[in-house]
Every structure is written in C-alpha cells, then in structure tokens.
C-alpha cells in the first residue's frame, strides 16, 4: 500500500477506533457494577469491530482500484496510444459534493443511534457530530462553492 493510503486508512480507524475507548470503559464499568467484578468485554466491541472491519475493506478496494487504473494509464503511455478519457479523473461536481454530504448524514446518524442503543449514555452520541458536520460543510460546499448548471 502507498503512504497516503496508509495515513488515510490510520486517520479512520483512529476517528473510528476512538469511540471503543469510550464504550469499554463504560461496558467495564457497567459489568462490574452488575455482575459485582471481573473484567467486561461486552457486545459493542462486535458491531463496532464490524463497522471497523467494512471501513478497512473499502479502503484496501479504493486503492487497489487506484493502483490497477494508474497501471493502466502507464501501460496506455509506455505503447504511445491515447488515454481513454474513461480513465481520467472526472472533476468534481454539485452532485458528487451532495452525495457525500447525504452519506456522511446518513452515517453519522446511524452512527448516533448505535452508540445510543449500545451504550445507553447520550454522551456517548457525541461522536456522531463529526460526520454529521462533515456532511453539513459538504452540502454547504455543493451550494455555494459549485456553479449551478440550470443557470
């Protein structure tokens, strides 16, 4: 893997690893009061793990992806041929900034209600405010900062 790939891959687990600290000290603390000691590893270890494990599989596909295109391309240069203009990067648009907008939302509520119902702490659900502003400024982005086509 390449180094941007790897920093990128270690930022989301990072953001997305951080909210396991939270519910295992809660689901210690919670399991000890019930059971009366002993060591907890509770269930909001496995959806997160899970959540944790799909994030790493689309990463490890995005840049695989990258890398067999960027191969091509080189392939297409080295014989002299012209670039197919399917290969080239598209520039970004209105409706690819409202797309990750409406996924970053839609994650971050997911995600909010997931903490909420493992957790069963609201203070917890304060990890879901990343994605949700991340998709505000992108739709804020997709509305000011891109012309209008019907214009």
């Known amino acids: 893997m390449s180094q941007s790939c790897l920093r990128q891959l270690s930022g989301v687990l990072v953001l997305l690893g951080a909210p396991l600290v939270g519910f295992a000290q809660a ?7 019930r059971v009366g000691g002993g060591p907890a590893f509770g269930s909001p270890f496995i959806p997160l793990g899970f959540v944790l494990g799909l994030v790493l599989i689309w990463v490890v596909h995005a840049t695989l992806r990258e890398k067999r295109k ?5 392939l297409f240069v080295e014989k002299g041929q012209q670039i197919p203009s399917q290969l ?3 520039p ?5 900034a409202r797309r990750v907008g409406m996924f970053l939302t839609a994650f971050g509520l997911s995600l909010g209600l997931l ?8 203070r917890y659900v304060a990890w879901c405010l990343i994605p949700l502003f991340l ?13 209008d086509p019907h214009r």
């Open 27 to 33: 689901a210690a603390e919670a399991a000890v009061a």
């Open 70 to 74: 960027l191969e091509l391309i080189a």
């Open 88 to 90: 080239l990067a598209r």
């Open 92 to 96: 970004s648009s209105r409706h690819g």
């Open 115 to 122: 903490i909420y119902v493992l957790a069963d702490e609201p």
């Open 135 to 147: 998709g505000a400024a992108s739709f804020v982005n997709a509305a000011f900062f891109y012309p």
